[in-house]
């Protein structure tokens, strides 16, 4: 069993930056490509970005490309999402999540292809 713990959320001002942690137990952490879901209230969770298992290629939704950086350190079994330039529509709760069932470089859009999941972190950025 896989436990994705998340931290780093919290309330900033819009044009500010935060950076959430989640770290991943239970499974060989270097085998898993890691990612990041958000949820707006009122809205479906949509894919944020990730990152293959060594960390060569990330992946990002258009709406984030170019604000946010995702890293990993799998000697720690880390995974971040450091965002910058938040606005106000990057409210959301921040899902990490972990597949082991696809290649080195999957990923995908949809959150019913991801194996595991976070409870999640409060991002609000404040106008």
């Known amino acids: 069993q896989v436990q994705l713990v998340e931290s780093g959320g919290g309330l900033v001002q819009a044009g500010g930056s935060l950076r959430l942690s989640c770290v991943a137990s239970?499974?060989?952490?270097?085998?898993?490509?890691m990612g990041w879901f958000r949820q707006a209230p009122g809205k479906e969770r949509e894919f944020a970005a990730a990152?293959?298992?060594?960390?060569?290629?990330?992946y990002y939704a258009d709406s984030v490309k170019g604000r946010f950086i995702i890293s990993r350190d799998n000697a720690e079994k880390m995974v971040y999402l450091q965002m910058n330039s938040l606005k106000p529509e990057d409210t959301a709760v921040y899902y990490c999540?972990?597949?082991?069932?696809?290649?080195?470089?999957?990923?995908?859009?949809?959150?019913?292809?991801?194996?595991?999941w976070g409870h999640g972190t409060q991002v609000t950025v404040s106008s």
């Open positions: 999540v972990a597949d082991y069932t696809g290649s080195s470089t999957w990923y995908s859009h949809r959150p019913r292809d991801w194996d595991y």
């Open positions: 239970g499974r060989t952490f270097s085998r898993a490509v």
């Open positions: 990152i293959s298992w060594s960390g060569g290629s990330t």
